[in-house]
């Protein structure tokens, strides 16, 4: 009988033994980042994510637009990523192996179409003829796309130019290009050189076009540590709860990260909507496991636009954009945080935590 228990015991510590080693630690965690005005800035300045993982070599990579990202993650380059909802359509729609599961941040003016002054650009329709540019597959080339549609203006009828934030910024200021929907900080450099604002992102939101920025990890990274996953989340979500209730502080880390002025950097947060991780969880947003929100909506659209313009092949059905999202890590995050007063069951709503 002794015999029995002794033998029981040992297999019941060898099992137990195994679920703990059953996820390993990860050597290293690679974020690409989108060069934003956003809370990851935060999150990277205070080093959150190295306090949730000690012991990993944290690496953050600056990834210049959505395209860049979707290449990052095609050649998986990154465990955690950003994506606007264009390319996050283009990736649900290519099967590229990741999940979004975080609120990353809501685009206002931030982005916005910036004309030259000198060349009496009032209209869309006066953009016939000129030189515009965007980084194809971002938020802001589907809503250049989507504005000229509405306007009755063809593409074909400017010469629509493919660059990087960065580049778009060089380019305007050698005077090589009339327009450009691209996003800050080089947007403000547009501005300043001879610059006008004609459409925000913002503006759009309000005709039915809203843009977001949403958080995605490697279906990979995620099945061998689903727990990281976990600390990913904790930790941006208290970037954006430190930008919330820090916006001094938060002006001076995106002023130091992005060498602008003060002045700017308080603009930029402005334009930038950021959004509490509970109320991420709530039908505007990414919903719940039980029940998907909007998000799954501005996809489908997004897609739809995008099949229709012919740069995608065809439109997934819903149940595929649904299974993109994936609200389960950020549910279990956010009850451990006080959101539910026990750990949040999948598909349920937590209570909201104070903010």
């Known amino acids: 009988m002794m015999k029995r228990l002794i033998a029981t015991l040992a297999v019941t510590t060898l099992a137990l033994t195994a679920a703990v080693r059953a996820e390993d630690k990860p050597a290293k965690v690679t974020v690409g980042y989108l060069n934003l005005v956003n809370a990851q800035l935060v999150t990277k300045h205070l080093g959150l994510l190295a306090k949730e993982m000690p012991g990993v070599d944290i690496k953050y990579v600056k990834i210049g637009g959505g395209g860049d990202m979707l290449r990052a993650i095609a050649g998986n380059d990154v465990d955690f990523g950003g994506l606007g909802n264009p390319p996050t359509a283009i990736g649900a729609t290519r099967a590229l192996p990741i999940k979004g599961i975080l609120v990353i941040n809501m685009l206002d003016y931030v982005e916005s179409l910036v004309v030259r002054t000198d060349k009496n650009i009032t209209s869309l329709k ?209 009850g451990r945080l006080g959101g539910c007063r026990r750990a949040c069951p999948a598909g349920t709503l937590p209570i909201p935590a104070s903010t």
């Open 126 to 334: 006066d953009l016939k003829g000129k030189t515009v540019a965007a980084p194809f597959g971002s938020t802001t080339h589907y809503l250049l796309l989507q504005a000229l549609k509405d306007e009755g203006v063809d593409p074909a009828s400017m010469k629509i130019l493919d660059l990087a934030p960065s580049d778009i910024a060089a380019a305007w200021l050698r005077g090589d290009i009339d327009a450009a929907w691209f996003w800050e900080p080089n947007l403000g450099k547009a501005v300043k050189n001879g610059g006008k604002i004609l459409v925000t992102s913002g503006e759009m939101a309000k005709r039915g076009y809203p843009t977001w920025d949403i958080g995605v990890v490697m279906n990979a990274f995620a099945e061998k540590y689903p727990s990281y996953v976990d600390k990913f989340i904790k930790a941006e979500c208290e970037g954006i709860d430190f930008w919330l209730k820090n916006p001094e502080k938060t002006a001076e880390i995106i002023a130091e990260e992005l060498s602008l002025p003060i002045e700017d950097a308080q603009r930029m947060m402005k334009g930038t909507g950021m959004v509490p991780c509970n109320k991420q969880l709530t039908e505007e947003y990414l919903g719940t496991s039980a029940k998907k929100g909007k998000f799954v909506d501005t996809l489908i659209s997004t897609a739809d636009f995008l099949v229709k313009q012919e740069r995608l092949p065809k439109l997934l059905p819903r149940a595929d954009f649904e299974a993109f999202i994936q609200p389960a890590y950020l549910e279990k995050v956010i």
